[in-house]
């Protein structure tokens, strides 16, 4: 009669310390190939760190005098100085009118998947705009009637861009007026 395995005690001992050295291996192999991804999504983050945003225009939509409330429409124009496309999600902003704050407002796309969102080629330049409301009970009286009347000398923003490419993500802080 034939044997196919003939291993004495050692050789089972030798053969259970191989599969463990193989299966650390492979775990080693592993952390290797997410510190090599982890490295290169890293690389877009100084071309996503160039991205250029002003305040384009702060403009009365709606004037509800029943709820004493305004719907403002607040344009960013972002432009994309790199050679790198990207998306942006979001836009975290605080609003100022001759700096008082009116309130915080925030422009995102985060619903909407990367294909679905306003494309940043390089060199592009696209206005994005956003609705702020503007309650009279959260501001000066006398600020809240002159957004309306439009005596406003200049409108301030500052707060966090997000722009994002399949493989990174970066935020970046701004500070911005008309």
């Not at 997410?34 to 999504?41: E, H, K, R, S």
């Not at 384009?56 to 709606?62: A, G, L, T």
């Not at 705009?129 to 006398?142: A, Y």
């Not at 802080?173 to 008309?178: A, D, G, L, N, V």
């Amino acid at each position: 009669m034939t044997t196919f395995f003939s291993c004495s005690k050692d050789g089972i001992n030798e053969l259970g310390i191989q599969n463990k050295m193989i299966v650390y291996a492979a775990i080693a192999g592993l952390f290797g190939l997410m510190g090599v991804i982890v490295w290169y999504a890293s690389l877009d983050n100084s071309n996503l760190e160039q991205v250029e945003i002003k305040l384009q225009s702060v403009e009365v939509k709606d004037v509800n005098k029943i709820e004493n409330s305004a719907k403002l429409e607040v344009t960013f124009l972002v432009k994309n100085p790199s050679e790198k496309t990207f998306t942006v999600p979001i836009i975290g902003y605080k609003l100022l009118a001759d700096g008082q704050i009116l309130g915080s407002g925030q422009y995102s796309t985060e619903d909407i998947s990367m294909p679905g969102r306003a494309v940043f080629y390089s060199g592009a330049e696209i206005p994005l705009k956003n609705t702020f409301v503007l309650n009279k009970s959260n501001v000066n009286p006398e600020i809240y009637q002159a957004v309306l009347d439009g005596n406003i000398s200049s409108f301030s923003a500052e707060g966090t861009i997000t722009t994002e490419t399949s493989w990174s993500i970066i935020e970046k802080q701004f500070k911005i007026s008309t």
